[in-house]
Each structure stands twice: as C-alpha cells, then as structure tokens.
C-alpha cells in the first residue's frame, strides 16, 4: 500500500466524517429550528391571547363606565324631574293655606296627636306658624316655629319634650319624596 492510498483512505475517510459532521449539523439546526419556530408560535399565540384578553377588559370597562356615566345622567334627570313635582306640589300646599281644607287637616291632626299620645289639651304644646294663629287663638299653650312658616301644618310635643307629634308638610312631603325616590329607583334597578 502506497502513501498515496492511505492519504486518499485518510481523506476520504476524513471526507466521510465531514459529511456526516455537516449532515448531523444540518439536522441539529434544522430541529433547533423548528423548535424555534414552534416556541416563536406558541409565544404569538399566547402574547395574541394576552392582547385579545387585554383588549376584552379594556373595551368592558369602557362599557361599565360608560353605563355608570348614562346611569348617573338618568338618575340626575329622574332627581330633576321628581324635584320639578315636588316644587309644583309645594306651590299647591302653599296655595291651601287658609283653605277648609287646610283648616280641617290642621284639627284632626291635633285631635289626633292628642289621642295618640294619650295626653289633653293643658299636657302639649302647639308648634304652628304664625300664619296658623288664628286657629288656636284660645289655647295659652302655642308657641311659634319658623320652620312652619313655609308650608305649615302642626307639632304637637308632650311637655316634657319626651312624646312629640309631626304632621308638618314639610316632613310629610319630605317623607313622600323619599319614598316615591325609594320606589322610582327599585323600579329602575329591576330595568
């Protein structure tokens, strides 16, 4: 055997190895690769994910405060349109004062807080407008509330302050506002 066989068997032997080097090197890039590629796939998949959740939550609490800022509007305009009635119911009750009506409901009242409270005439005092005078001219036990001034009607208290008796219209019409504006926002809730 000849130097020249054994360098061309060392060479090509060599060459073998070399190839085989270049193709065990190409399947490694190759898989490396793919694996790139699928862990590029599966990063995109999940960073679209995270943007459609993120855009998901974003377009919801647009929606949410959108709905708060429309609920607030419609509540404000149910408060507005409540406070127009209850201006215009006001302006009736005041347009009643010295009626019989009015006269009426001022008596019964106190005949009523005289029997609910269990007490007589010389046991209460009588809280009324001055405008009201001359409706208990005869009783020493009245007494004069600016409070009453507006709308009227009577505060009958035990003497003692300990039993007291409202049928002010202000208070009952407070009382009524407060309840229609409790029922109108069940209502609205129930939509």
């Keep these: 055997m000849a130097v020249e066989d054994i360098v061309n068997g ?75 009635y209850f201006s215009q119911i006001k302006d009736t009750l005041r347009k009643l004062r010295g009626t019989q009506s009015y006269i009426s409901y001022i008596q019964r009242s106190y005949k009523d807080a005289l029997k609910e409270m269990g007490l007589d005439e010389n046991s209460v005092i009588i809280e009324i407008s001055e405008k009201d005078k001359a409706l208990f001219q005869k009783n020493k036990n009245v007494t004069f509330n600016q409070e009453l001034n507006d709308l009227g009607g009577i505060i009958v208290k035990s003497k003692d302050g300990k039993k007291i008796f409202d049928r002010s219209l202000n208070r009952l019409l407070d009382d009524t506002e407060h309840e229609i504006k409790s029922e109108i926002y069940s209502l609205l809730k129930g939509e």
């Design 10 to 84: 060392i060479l090509e032997k060599g060459n073998i190895e070399i190839e085989n080097i270049r193709k065990n090197t190409e399947e490694q890039v190759k898989k490396i690769i793919k694996e790139a590629e699928e862990k590029a796939e599966k990063y995109k998949k999940e960073m679209q994910s995270h943007i459609d959740k993120e855009i998901e939550m974003e377009i919801s609490r647009a929606i949410s405060q959108k709905n708060l800022e429309m609920k607030k509007i419609y509540l404000e305009k149910v408060n507005e349109i409540i406070n127009i």
